[in-house]
């Protein structure tokens, strides 16, 4: 009878929960602002602090990136590129240039800093490779345009601010399938984190419900791209996985990312007809990665 019940409930209260996220997601879209780069008037800084005004009739955001890429480059900042792997270097730092007008917002410039300054910590607390490193940050933002549209979708809004409904809805549908998952392990932030990593929680105290800041986002998403690579490269020895290759990585490692890892293993992973991973290779290209000359100061 009990079961008989819950299904009952079931089949009334899932369409009605349902309909309260439609409701939740439209009252927290609406009077959404326009995107700050839309505005016909806007400062932006080369990577040395050179000011230009873009604006209509004046410097367009191309000659910027121009004059950006110049400067960079008069200061021994060479492209970084992984295909190829040309570059060896193990002790050069590096500087994300933003491509596209879209993301030049405070948030997403909080979280690629937090990728530069914070590299050195990453690469001594998990001892990886610095050009790995440089792959997993590009993947880092490709994710963050994936999830989150740079912190702008209205999802990703909803979510960040109605965590008293989601918990409320997930207690219901708990009830409702006779589970014992925990209602609070939702993903969090701008690139969807579940669990932080352990290392990235006790060394940068890091914390679940502290996603939405950039720069713990930016921590707990390298750390567990990290991770996830070493995974990953276990994987491809244990399972005999001889399609994956460096040139490749970015093809698969996101299959363990977002929990399939099951296609991966299974052969069945279809990395070019995927939507996630296309979509986070278009966003992968509106950076661009430089390098410093070995041991020199980093711009940030």
């Not at 990395?271 to 410093?292: H, L, S």
Request: aromatic share 12%; with cysteine.
């Amino acid at each position: 009878m009990f079961v008989s019940l819950r299904r009952h409930l079931s089949s009334v209260l899932r369409p009605l929960l349902g309909a309260g996220l439609v409701w939740i997601a439209a009252s927290s879209a609406h009077g959404v602002q326009e995107h700050p780069f839309r505005e016909p008037v806007q400062v932006f800084h080369t990577p040395y602090g050179m000011p230009i005004m873009v604006r209509t009739g004046g410097p367009t955001y191309d000659e910027y990136l121009k004059t950006s890429r110049e400067e960079l480059k008069s200061h021994g900042y060479q492209e970084w590129r992984w295909e190829g792997q040309k570059s060896k270097c193990t002790t050069c730092p590096i500087f994300i240039l933003p491509k596209e007008r879209e993301i030049e917002t405070a948030k997403v410039y909080a979280f690629i800093r937090a990728l530069e300054t914070k590299r050195d910590d990453l690469l001594r607390l998990y001892g990886s490779d610095p050009q790995e490193y440089n792959l997993l940050a590009q993947m880092a933002v490709g994710i963050l345009g994936r999830e989150s549209e740079f912190f702008q979708s209205p999802r990703y809004r909803v979510k960040e601010n109605a965590q008293w409904a989601i918990y409320l809805i997930k207690v219901v549908q708990i009830y409702l399938e006779g589970s014992d998952r925990d209602p609070e392990l939702n993903s969090r932030g701008p690139t969807q984190i579940k669990i932080v990593p352990e290392k990235i929680a006790a060394t940068f105290g890091v914390k679940h419900e502290d996603l939405y800041i950039p720069e713990n986002a930016a921590l707990a998403t390298m750390g567990y791209l990290i991770e996830a690579l070493a995974e990953l490269k276990r994987r491809v020895t244990l399972n005999h996985l001889t399609f994956v290759t460096p040139d490749s990585y970015a093809d698969y490692l996101p299959y363990i990312y977002f929990g399939s890892k099951r296609q991966l293993l299974n052969g069945t992973a279809t990395p070019d007809r995927n939507i996630y991973i296309r979509d986070m290779r278009k966003y992968m290209t509106w950076i661009e990665i430089y390098e410093g000359p070995a041991r020199s100061v980093p711009l940030h």
